[in-house]
């Protein structure tokens, strides 16, 4: 990304960033990393593609998708795993109302990111989008945390076998 759209992009999403509730983000496992890098990484992807296909909304877009998964685990109570993956945009979305100025069409962006799991159909492309890119991703951090992790344990493996006294 030009400097000039890291730029824009700071710009479009600086207050959200310095947001305490957005922060406490920072504390929540999401993909092997933060629940807020994750949300960050959505909101690149969706902005760097918004900008490059030039999307009239590319601004609102890129708010919904750092908003996207907006919540603490903690708001979620006893829900199972599987509850919270069509529960979690609802919470999200409200918590974006609650702290930001959003709109319908942002909210409609967050609830429907987990389509198909969420039964609501997103209405827009700009929605469609932000669900593809978090969907990637998931599986671009997925994959790398998981690589991390059988190489740390491969590793840790062969040290072992390497240090053990006959």
């Given amino acids: 990304m030009s400097i000039k ?31 807020y890098e994750h949300s960050l990484r959505v909101a690149r992807y969706t902005y760097w593609v918004s900008k490059t296909f ?21 708001e979620l109570g006893e829900e199972t795993s599987v509850e919270k993956l069509s529960t979690h945009p609802y919470m999200a979305a409200q918590n974006a109302i609650k702290y930001f100025d959003i709109n319908d069409f942002q909210k409609n962006i967050i609830e429907v990111h987990m389509f198909p799991i969420t039964k609501v159909l997103p209405k827009t492309k700009e ?40």
Avoid: C, P, W
């Fill in 5 to 35: 759209k890291k730029v824009d992009f700071e710009y479009i999403v600086g207050d959200i960033l310095s947001n305490e509730k957005f922060k406490s983000l920072n504390n929540e496992f999401h993909h092997g990393i933060t629940r």
């Fill in 54 to 74: 030039h999307m009239n909304k590319s601004v609102e877009v890129t708010r919904a998708a750092l908003l996207h998964d907006f919540y603490n685990d903690s």
């Fill in 127 to 166: 929605a469609v989008l932000v669900s593809l890119m978090d969907k990637v991703a998931a599986v671009y951090e997925i994959g790398n945390y998981k690589l991390a992790l059988n190489l740390s344990m491969t590793l840790i493996f062969i040290y072992n076998i390497l240090t053990i006294e006959r």
